[in-house]
């Protein structure tokens, strides 16, 4: 009689701690509850021609979205030797943001230095085949491919400007946003840091004075004269590798269409700013564009 009083009492105790653990759980998920995925990823989707080395892009859709949305095509930085269209944390928080909004958000790899065989036009003729191909494949990526943007970060951002402001390319999009651009190769000498020209050097296979021409040439600054779209740049003043001076001559040379966005103390990357603090100008110009294509 003992055994079973006792065997019934640690079974009422067993079950009082199990219903607690559960309740609680309960209580634990109801206060914290899981963050809803808003959005999907179609990744890989292959852009360039066969006969080029292949190159994809990741794209970003509210799950919710119905219908063509606007799309914003990403660029990434790296010295045009690192990075990759997996998204860091400052332009994932755009991109959560904007495509709740409902955008879609595409970010491309291109052609980096480092591969084999490498000439500094690759990453701007994959860029413009990008660009081409969301635009001629809209309809099937559900894209309205009159609300097309280019967006890019360092050496993304030259690529974005250089490549957005070709002629031909110029009507198939609605902007241009830039982060921290290199606008002008050769200027880059000017930097505080010596690794500017390195890097530039690395990318033209070759120094300014050797190359004049291509340096010109492969410079947006020599373009922004004849943007017809509106172009918003986003530098920190602390930059010390791509100085804020270059945006601010870019800017310059065509207020009409540059928007210039400074950064107080912001270094090359924003790592020395809160995401939010990095982040808020792009995401609130990309809101007012919706806005007035709707």
């Given at each position: ?17 199990t ?51 606007p799309?914003?095509i990403?660029?990434h930085?790296?010295s045009?030797?690192?990075g ?5 944390k ?11 909004e409902?955008?879609?958000?595409i ?10 065989d ?5 990453p ?11 635009y001629?494949n ?15 970060a ?6 974005a400007l ?5 002629a ?6 609605n902007y ?9 190769l ?13 890097i530039?050097?690395r990318?033209m ?11 010109n040439?492969?410079?947006?600054i ?11 740049i ?25 928007t210039?966005?400074?950064?107080e103390h912001?270094?090359h ?7 939010q603090?990095?982040?808020?100008d ?9 806005k007035?294509?709707?």
């Open positions: 009689m003992k055994g079973s009083l006792k065997k019934a009492t640690i079974f009422v105790i067993i079950f009082a701690i219903f607690a653990c559960i309740r609680l759980l309960q209580d634990e998920s109801t206060k914290h509850p899981k963050k809803q995925i808003e959005y999907i990823v179609q990744k890989d989707i292959l852009y360039t021609e066969p006969a080029r080395l292949p190159q994809t892009f990741d794209l970003y859709k509210s799950i919710n979205h119905r219908g063509p949305t799309a914003l990403f660029v930085g790296g045009w030797k690192h990759s269209k997996e998204l860091n400052r332009w994932k928080t755009v991109f959560e943001e904007i495509v709740k409902g955008y879609s958000a970010s491309i790899d291109y052609t980096l230095y480092s591969t084999k490498y000439s500094y036009n690759d701007v003729r994959d860029v413009e085949t990008a660009i081409n191909f969301v001629k809209a309809k099937k990526l559900g894209i309205d491919r009159s609300r097309i943007g280019l967006a890019g360092s050496a993304g951002g030259h690529l250089l490549t957005g402001l070709k031909d390319i110029q009507p198939k999009l241009i946003i830039a982060w921290y651009p290199i606008s002008d050769t200027t880059m000498n000017q930097s505080p840091s010596s690794r500017s020209t390195e530039v050097e990318f296979n070759s120094t300014a004075g050797q190359m004049a021409d291509e340096y040439r492969m410079s947006p020599q373009y922004v004269k004849h943007a017809k779209i509106p172009i918003f986003v530098h920190g003043t602390g930059d010390t590798l791509v100085p804020f001076s270059q945006s601010e001559e870019f800017a310059r040379k065509n207020p009409k269409m540059v210039l966005i400074a950064l912001g270094n990357g924003f790592t020395n700013l809160p995401i603090a990095s982040t808020n792009t995401i609130n110009y990309l809101k007012a564009r919706l007035e294509n709707k």
